[in-house]
């Protein structure tokens, strides 16, 4: 089966603590994308990267990080720079054709500040 | 330029009544509507989109309708069931760009 799959499902970090977030999809889809999720505030883009080894912030990226070393792999780390990082995250590929294009999602990664 | 506007923010329909859900936008370079529905816990999944070359596109009980004057679009849920019952997200954007995210609405469908 072809997705996104995000893990760990449920995280916890400690103050102070760096966390990274796993996204690994096998759509073959060149761009990828993490966005935070807050109640009420819809998604917000943290970084996207549209090929290998190569990435641009979005709209929150201040105390986050990422990689793209392979097309496969996207991961996220939450550093101890961000004061709030209590959020659900969202991973997201593009795809694109001549008919349409859209963004296939994983199933998140709920983390929480202990 | 880059904002999609949503509304409502939130939405309780009886069962069997029509739900409805706005956006606007500002980029007349968007060329692509999507729109998602994300159920508690899991991520957004593309529920149907339309592209401006049509005022209307329909899949089952789910319809967009689009005004590329006014810069608006909507969904509209006929026969709405408790199963419905989620967030919805509309979206826009241009080929090979990324997808600029409403705010979200938050159906629930009372039975």
């Known amino acids: 089966d072809g997705g996104i799959t995000q893990s760990p499902k449920y995280l916890f970090r400690k103050e102070g603590q760096n966390v990274t977030l796993s996204c690994e999809q096998n759509l073959n889809h060149d761009a990828m994308y993490w966005y935070r999720q807050d109640p009420g505030q819809g998604l917000r883009l943290i970084y996207y990267s549209q090929i290998v080894n190569d990435f641009q912030k979005g709209d929150i990226a201040e105390g986050y990080s990422v990689s793209r070393e392979k097309k496969e792999s996207f991961p996220l780390t939450v550093t101890s720079a961000q004061k709030n990082p209590t959020a659900f995250y969202l991973c997201?590929?593009?795809?694109?054709?001549?008919?349409?294009?859209?963004?296939?999602f994983g199933s998140g990664t709920r983390l929480t500040v202990v | 330029q880059q904002q999609v506007k949503q509304s409502p923010q939130s939405l309780i329909v009886q069962k069997g009544g029509i739900s409805i859900i706005n956006c606007a936008y500002e980029n007349t370079a968007f060329d692509y509507f999507p729109w998602y529905q994300q159920f508690p816990g899991k991520g957004p999944a593309l529920l149907i989109a339309?592209?401006?070359?049509?005022s209307e596109k329909k899949e089952g009980r789910f319809t967009i309708s689009f005004n590329k004057s006014a810069k608006q679009f909507s969904l509209h849920i006929m026969d709405s069931q408790p199963g419905d019952s989620a967030t919805y997200f509309c979206?826009?954007?241009?080929?090979?760009?990324?997808?600029?995210f409403g705010q979200g609405t938050e159906l629930s469908v009372k039975p």
């Open positions: 979206a826009a954007g241009h080929s090979g760009g990324k997808l600029i």
């Open positions: 997201a590929s593009r795809h694109w054709t001549a008919i349409n294009y859209g963004y296939t």
């Open positions: 339309i592209r401006p070359d049509v």
